[in-house]
């Protein structure tokens, strides 16, 4: 017998999908069955991941890809991760009233989430959120997040389809990006495109990709189904046909004004259907889900070894403290403890 | 028998020292054997996080605090862990150049870190290489980091002493620092205190964390090694005398010309004693302690995991794909599996 509050979820009863959020949030008893419940019913929404950093525009250019998606889709989700967006709340007075529209439209629901404690889980919440949108009935999810830290990369790899947003002048970001974005990135933004410099930034990013894929081509195997396996671009290297994988476009926009976004969401439905559609793409979608299941496995285990060992851990942290155990051996014997 | 690399780094060589990091970057055999035998000669070191958003002129003041430290160490290390820092090789060139004086100065040791892959372990590779600088006998250890991700804090919470550097003009960071840094940072720097603006983010810093200590004093029990505790500032509220508890100072600075940067080290430096001096600073230490083994058991369980479990691992994820599983099912099968 399923749990009321699913089949009413199922039925698309926002009121309902509320309350199943906040169970999730708040890791209320239960909360797991609800989610085991709605899993079979899950698996039809476009997970869109946008990330960038802090300053490029990135919620700006949700809002309007929001207000494109939402023509073509009965219902769209928003999950807004990061501290900065107006979606979660760090919104200045005008972002707030561009809000507006979209939270007196029932066909949007926008859920914000706060980075976790001690213990991470951050990209284990958002999943389940996904899969509650999932199953109310979202054709397209939007996961926005700032691209910085590790647990938001885990964030990202839950999207089918990532885009990541820079804008011009902020030479900062390319830096970024090379620190660990670029491995999850399938479509780039230039945002912020009337600005001087947006031209250069096309070309900084165009460059590192062709980089990427050159390295890619010499040095991995075909990464079918590796951990972290990112598609080789062009596999095969010099003199074969254009094969089936996927060059992550960029694409100029200005998100004040709209410009770009048609083509913008263009080039995140042609990456859509390229995952769907090809092998490789099969691959890619593999490989994330696998990263995904590991990321919640490592919060998982982490929070049996603690409700089991608590203690142990607890005396441990000392020992290591007094330099009576090294912190090594320490983890080793309290996994060895937890095995037995 | 000791390794030779150990006595050598011990002696203070800097080329065993740059030798044993390389072995932690890479995780090559043997080089846990390494930090084992290092571990009972650490604990001397004063391990000093620097942390904020990019924009806070975060890398400039820790060039300035590491002039002024190194004046009384002998050593002192630097970690970089931020991308768009110029320590971790994201410099324009006036930071490079301004650099080279500790590059070439033997007492100072720089090394940067990389973002991790898909398995994190950004945080145990941090505490490791502080591990190696403090047994190298490294009197401070900076360790430079954006303060946006979960990865990032759990990075921050292997300090003694945190910094958290905000810039006026830049409203985002208040939001940002909301979101989790505030429950790390004992000494904020209100960094490029010559714009307009500095006297306002003081009092919006002053005013968040009197609101902060008065919803500690009132909510916490006196949080004694609480996984994530945070030590009460005014624990017993009004009418008491003012206790041993610790409430964060607020020091303007200006880092391209070194203004406020000797009372800033002050402030520091007074956070250290409360930390070695009072029992609720040694709270705080055991606590942090606490929740750095937690970040490096989560990732050593996780790698013992996958190393056990790899191909159940995949499969499993097909099955979560193709919906045939629900993911919290998963989880919970694979740890069960691990456990026997």
Redesign the interface.
């Known amino acids: 017998v399923s749990h009321p509050l699913v089949s009413r979820v199922l039925s698309g009863d926002t009121r309902a999908v509320a309350r199943v959020c906040r169970a999730v949030d708040d890791r209320l008893p239960g909360y ?1 069955d609800l ?2 419940e709605l ?2 019913h ?2 039809r929404a476009w997970i869109l991941g946008v990330t960038g ?3 490029a525009g990135k919620s700006t250019l949700t809002d309007q890809l929001l207000g494109h998606l939402r023509a073509s889709h009965e219902r769209v989700a928003v999950i807004a991760v990061d ?2 967006s107006p979606f979660s709340g ?1 919104a ?1 007075l005008g972002d707030r009233i561009r809000m507006q529209r979209h939270f007196e439209d029932p066909g949007v629901f926008i859920r914000s989430v ?7 889980g ?1 990209s284990r919440s958002v ?1 389940d959120l996904a899969r509650v949108f999932d199953a109310w009935g979202a054709g397209v999810v939007l996961i926005e997040t ?1 691209g ?7 964030v990202t ?1 839950a999207a089918h389809t990532t885009l990541v947003v820079v804008a011009p002048g902020l ?2 970001d390319v ?2 990006i ?3 974005i670029l ?1 999850v990135a399938d479509v780039f933004a230039v945002n912020k495109a009337d600005r001087p410099g947006a031209e250069a930034a096309v070309r900084d990013l165009e460059n590192m990709l062709a980089l990427g894929a050159l390295s890619l081509a010499q040095v991995s195997p075909p990464a079918s ?1 590796a ?2 396996g990112r598609h080789a671009r062009r596999p095969g290297g010099g003199g074969a046909e254009p094969r089936e994988g996927w060059t992550p476009p960029v694409q100029k926009t200005v998100g004040t004004t709209g410009e770009g976004v048609v083509q913008l969401v263009e080039s995140l439905e042609a990456h859509r259907v390229w995952v769907e559609s090809t092998e490789m793409g099969q691959d890619v ?2 490989s994330r ?10 919060d ?3 929070e ?3 409700s089991r060992l608590g203690d142990p ?2 005396e ?3 020992r ?2 007094a ?1 009576q155990e ?7 014997r ?2 060895e403890r ?2 037995t």
């Not at 706060?114 to 991470?120: D, E, K, Q, S, V």
């Not at 090294?326 to 080793?332: I, L, R």
């Open positions: 797991r989610l085991r899993h079979p899950t698996g950093s802090p300053g501290p900065t760090g200045v706060a980075t976790r404690g001690a213990l991470g951050l999943s700032v910085v830290g590790q647990d938001e990369l885990d790899r030479g900062d830096q970024a090379k620190a660990g491995e189904h951990v972290s979608r593999r889900a696998h990263a995904q299941l590991v990321a919640m496995l490592k998982a285990v982490t049996s070894m603690l851990i607890r441990m942290a000392d290591v403290e330099r090294d912190p090594y051996t320490a983890c080793e309290l996994i937890f095995r």
